[in-house]
């Protein structure tokens, strides 16, 4: 089983959560960023203008992520912006879940949108 999506342009891990303090109790705490819930809103969109040509990969898979260069600045690395794309496949089901990815890669190159993602069932090699 194979499958290829196109998606919004993902957020980075490191912009995704801010801490902050509860303004009653004063304890740290975890808050969304407005980036992921846009990625979100965003992927839904376009997950359901693509769901009928997606399939569900059982098990463990492999996938490669492309993200949109023309979208690229200086200072951006790409490799932390495939942990919320990874979420979002497994929340609509394309995906058992992210943990079973037995690899995954990433690089700069051409799509419609912010990122296109392809996930490929792995099929582990008789011993």
Same mark, same amino acid.
């Given at each position: 089983?194979? !499958?290829?999506?196109? *998606? ?11 801490? %902050?303090? @509860? &303004? ?36 463990? !898979?492999?996938?490669? *992520? ?11 690395? %790409?490799? @932390? &912006? ?46």
């Amino acid at each position: 089983m194979t !499958f290829v999506i196109e *998606l919004p342009w993902p957020p980075s891990v490191n912009d995704a959560n801010k801490i %902050g303090k @509860n &303004r009653k109790t004063g304890k740290p705490v975890v808050y969304g960023n407005q980036h992921m819930v846009k990625f979100l809103k965003d992927a839904d969109i376009l997950y359901l203008a693509q769901a009928k040509q997606l399939k569900f990969v059982p098990g463990e !898979f492999t996938y490669h *992520l492309t993200l949109n260069e023309k979208l690229r600045s200086p200072l951006m690395d %790409g490799d @932390n &912006r495939g942990k919320y794309v990874l979420d979002f496949l497994q929340r609509v089901g394309l995906i058992e879940n992210d943990k079973l990815a037995h690899g995954g890669s990433w690089s700069w190159g051409a799509c419609e949108f912010g990122c296109r993602v392809i996930v490929k069932s792995y099929e582990r090699e008789a011993a």
